[in-house]
């Protein structure tokens, strides 16, 4: 909604009106994000005039979404009660569904939906997504990443959709529309645009380091989705942890004000990330532009106390203050949160229902990528006589979801209303199927192993490769390669189901199977890859990804501007075989 319309030029009005009457603790107060449990009593919502709330990992505001929904309007109330009566934000990572709810629909995480290429999926997604955060409380998540991911390494290459900026431009398009809708209505969120800028192209892949890219790079291929994000009005935009040109994005003025505020004409909000105030600057990170601080974890009175101190002392200007207000008051505003601050309670029942997970299910269909098909095994004819199904992976739904599934670094557990790949296996096959968890039985008869296996579920740092906190690799475990060659048998068949956030080194394993499927994180639908397995539907998903041969070869850049002829992917961007 441009400020130059009739409806714009009114909240502009309102937005003018309420910055005359309100006093600088008000403003900071504005300002600030806390959690809904330990950075603050529930009663310092009015007392510290708090302008917004988070929930991700940690205690849960309830059991049930009623309780969800009842926590947040308690505070909602808090807020309302004061002077000048102004609602909070409540924002939750909401990154493939409403993933912080057990219960809620999870979808592919967007590296699946970059396979899909389908913009009109990812739209309907992200509407789904909306619904189910409102149904929980939430009228704002931080989503979509859009990063440009340059490495395997960085432990956050799923969250992004692809390297493709062209086709990671269409797809911020779409997602920023289904999560925003008509964004009065009460079953739409605010989206957030994520970690501006550079934070996928770090050096060695490292979440939070030093990304050396030419300018000119930066400008090409990692602006142009921040660009389409804000032309479909996108309402938040997230700094990001990593420095740029060794300038920490937080405190990076010509980027925040120069390049997205006055540059791309963006009127939304930056938000800081993880207490991004006392990691990245203090003050600075505000004269840089940014509007609204996460202040978790300890920082409340830090940033409170540091930014009244800052305005007295002239460090950081009135006008900076007012500006970071009203662009929070416009998101507040254009959400119609001041005549309907309170979440819609019918959407409760939305949590989770059949059409939403038919959405998810298409999109897990659509997400898988066909590498391999040796004299056409796939589809599987489903009269055969015997199939084992081999790996945990195909009987976890928690595995089979990654990060930011239930918990922050994701779960190996099953969650509630989930399936799982051997589920639907069961149900699509029409002969006996047998489950060998960790290839220690011996079934010789079997016509077919359908072998699943992959990546451990990890978030952020957790899963940068080369990182003090995990021993990952981008090659499989032994244990897994093992469970390949234990089926390796004359008149079995071995159809291998990769479940990885990456794409990873399994030339070998490619090698040594018939038919290869990269399935990504495909969520809380497991059994829409059986559906495409034995024939119900065709392969559809294209690589978002170049896929790289071999460790010895792997530069940790890739992308289609990054190979010399010396150096070639074992498949190359958009690969993808059909039936
Ligand atoms: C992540 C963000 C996330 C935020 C809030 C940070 O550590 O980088 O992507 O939105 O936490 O949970």
Wanted: glycine share 10%.
């Amino acid at each position: 909604m441009n400020p130059e319309t009739n409806t714009g030029h009114i909240i502009e009005q309102k937005i003018d009106s309420l910055l005359t009457r309100m006093t600088l603790d008000e403003k900071i107060g504005q300002m600030t994000q806390v959690r809904h449990f330990d950075d603050i009593s529930e009663e310092d919502i009015a007392g510290k005039f708090i302008g917004s709330v988070i929930h991700t990992q940690g205690p849960l505001p309830g059991n049930t979404a009623e309780e969800w929904q009842a926590k947040f309007r308690y505070l909602q109330e808090k807020a309302l009660s004061t002077r000048l009566g102004i609602p909070l934000l409540f924002g939750v990572d909401a990154v493939h569904g409403q993933n912080t709810f057990e219960g809620a629909t999870i979808f592919p995480h967007n590296i699946g939906l970059g396979a899909s290429q389908n913009a009109e999926l990812v739209e309907k997604a992200a509407a789904i997504t909306a619904v189910e955060s409102q149904a929980t409380g939430f009228n704002w998540v931080f989503s979509p990443c859009i990063a440009i991911p340059y490495n395997e390494k960085w432990g956050r290459v799923y969250e992004a959709f692809s390297e493709s900026t062209e086709l990671t431009e269409k797809l911020t398009r779409a997602s920023v529309q289904g999560h925003q809708g008509n964004l009065e209505d009460s079953h739409t969120v605010m989206a957030t645009a994520k970690h501006f800028v550079g934070d996928g192209a770090t050096d060695f892949g490292e979440e939070g380091g030093e990304t050396s890219l030419a300018h000119e790079e930066v400008i090409n291929r990692l602006l142009p989705p921040y660009k389409a994000a804000v032309e479909e009005g996108v309402g938040a935009v997230m700094a990001s942890f990593n420095t740029l040109s060794g300038i920490s994005m937080h405190a990076h003025k010509e980027m925040i004000t120069d390049t997205l505020k006055i540059g791309m004409g963006f009127d939304g909000m930056v938000i800081s990330d993880w207490k991004g105030y006392s990691r990245f600057g203090e003050n600075d990170i505000i004269n840089a532009g940014v509007d609204m601080v996460m202040a978790v974890d300890g920082d409340l009175e830090v940033f409170q106390n540091g930014l009244k101190y800052a305005v007295e002392n002239g460090v950081v200007s009135q006008q900076r203050i007012d500006d970071a207000v009203r662009r929070i008051l416009r998101q507040k505003f254009r959400l119609g949160l001041f005549e309907n601050p309170l979440p819609d309670s019918t959407l409760v029942q939305k949590l989770g229902v059949s059409e939403h997970r038919e959405i998810a299910r298409q999109a897990v269909r659509e997400s898988l990528v066909l590498l391999k098909n040796q004299n056409e095994l796939l589809p599987l004819d489903a009269t055969m006589s015997k199939i084992v199904v081999v790996g945990e992976h195909a009987n976890s739904t928690g595995l089979q979801s990654g990060g930011w599934t239930v918990n922050w670094q994701g779960t190996h557990e099953n969650y509630e209303g989930a399936t799982t790949i051997l589920e639907g296996i069961k149900n699509a096959a029409k002969g006996e199927v047998i489950y060998d968890a960790n290839a220690s039985e011996k079934h010789d008869d079997a016509q077919v192993a359908i072998i699943v296996i992959g990546e451990q579920p990890y978030a952020e740092f957790f899963g940068d490769i080369g990182h003090e906190s995990n021993e990952l690799t981008l090659t499989l475990i032994e244990e897994h390669q093992r469970y390949v060659d234990h089926y390796r048998k004359p008149g079995i068949q071995i159809v291998v189901v990769l479940i990885s956030g990456r794409p990873m080194m399994v030339t070998d394993e490619i090698e040594k199977s018939d038919a290869f499927v990269a399935a990504w994180l495909p969520g809380s639908e497991g059994d829409g890859i059986a559906e495409v397995l034995f024939g119900a539907y065709g392969f559809k998903g294209k690589l978002p990804h170049s896929w790289p041969k071999s460790m010895d070869n792997f530069r940790g850049k890739y992308g289609p501007n990054f190979w010399d002829e010396s150096i070639k992917p074992l498949f190359p961007f958009g690969y993808g075989l059909e039936y």
